[in-house]
């Protein structure tokens, strides 16, 4: 979906001024720390999906979402899964305490002692699917030019631009689908672009920019 998330290409941001690598924290306050357990935790419990974590965030309103910092962006986005999944209730949200029959026991709660198993574990997402890839490396394609209302990979930026098919990652799992909680295989590419033709500015030096793609987003030139 287009919003504030959406940042890529956007103007009058002001420059980018990250903090260097050596001195950045991993997290900037006890807090962070919390909402980073407390989201992995609930993922844990299998009511959604790596996408629907992230659209859940998307979908606060741009203001929102600018103004808040990173693990704030997080945490409202938790809020709207918990909400929406039935796993808390709004007078427990407002109170701070929990209403336990209100609510079913679950097997899938990730203990202490699990953590670091589960996390070094990962979750797969590449896919076997029946269909061909459509394209080829070395293929010249053009990107889709549409503005989705659910979530999508796809940056605002690139939309409509052409480019050349660098290389084939096989098949992994959609995210447009999955945010909506189904799980589809889509082939995934890399697809290189120049500067010139994303920000229509001329490059003496040739740079340019390679985006993963799925194939839905793409077309033949």
Same mark, same amino acid.
Request: proline share 5%; charged share 25%; hydrophobic share 35%.
């Given at each position: 979906?287009?919003?504030?998330?959406?940042?890529?290409?956007?103007?009058?941001?002001?420059? +980018?001024?990250?903090?260097?690598?050596?001195?950045? !924290?991993?997290? $900037?306050?006890?807090?962070?720390?919390?909402?980073? /357990?407390?989201?992995? /935790?609930?993922? @844990?419990?299998?009511? =959604?999906?790596?996408?629907?974590?992230? $659209?859940?965030?998307?979908?606060?309103?741009? &203001?929102?979402?600018?103004?808040? *910092?990173?693990?704030?962006? %997080?945490?409202?986005?938790?809020?709207?899964?918990?909400?929406?999944?039935?796993? +808390?209730?709004? *007078?427990?949200?407002?109170?701070? &305490?929990?209403?336990?029959?209100?609510?079913?026991?679950?097997? /899938?709660?990730?203990?202490?002692?699990?953590?670091?198993?589960?996390?070094?574990?990962?979750? !797969?997402?590449?896919?076997?699917?029946?269909?061909?890839?459509?394209?080829? +490396?070395? #293929? *010249?394609?053009?990107?889709?030019? @549409?503005? !989705?209302?659910? $979530?999508?990979?796809?940056?605002?930026? &690139?939309?409509?631009?052409?480019?050349?098919?660098?290389?084939? $990652?096989?098949?992994?799992?959609?995210?447009? *689908?999955?945010?909506?909680?189904?799980?589809?295989?889509?082939?995934?590419?890399?697809?290189? @672009?120049? /500067?010139?033709?994303? %920000?229509?500015?001329?490059?003496?030096? #040739?740079?340019?920019?390679? +985006?993963?793609? =799925?194939? !839905?987003?793409?077309?033949?030139?």
């Amino acid at each position: 979906m287009n919003g504030g998330h959406d940042l890529g290409g956007m103007h009058g941001l002001g420059p +980018i001024d990250p903090e260097p690598e050596q001195a950045e !924290p991993v997290f $900037h306050g006890e807090w962070e720390r919390r909402v980073f /357990a407390l989201t992995l /935790a609930a993922g @844990f419990l299998r009511h =959604w999906n790596l996408d629907e974590s992230r $659209h859940a965030r998307e979908r606060q309103h741009p &203001a929102d979402y600018m103004r808040n *910092s990173y693990y704030e962006n %997080w945490f409202n986005g938790l809020i709207t899964l918990l909400m929406e999944k039935g796993l +808390i209730t709004r *007078s427990e949200l407002d109170s701070g &305490a929990v209403n336990l029959s209100e609510h079913l026991s679950t097997a /899938a709660v990730l203990q202490a002692a699990d953590v670091e198993t589960a996390m070094l574990k990962g979750g !797969p997402v590449n896919m076997e699917v029946d269909q061909a890839p459509r394209f080829l +490396i070395g #293929d *010249s394609v053009q990107v889709l030019n @549409f503005n !989705p209302e659910g $979530h999508t990979r796809l940056p605002r930026y &690139a939309r409509g631009k052409q480019g050349v098919v660098d290389d084939h $990652h096989g098949a992994h799992v959609y995210p447009d *689908s999955q945010a909506l909680g189904g799980r589809e295989g889509q082939h995934l590419y890399s697809v290189s @672009f120049s /500067a010139a033709e994303l %920000w229509g500015q001329d490059d003496k030096n #040739d740079f340019r920019v390679s +985006i993963d793609m =799925w194939e !839905p987003y793409l077309d033949s030139v």
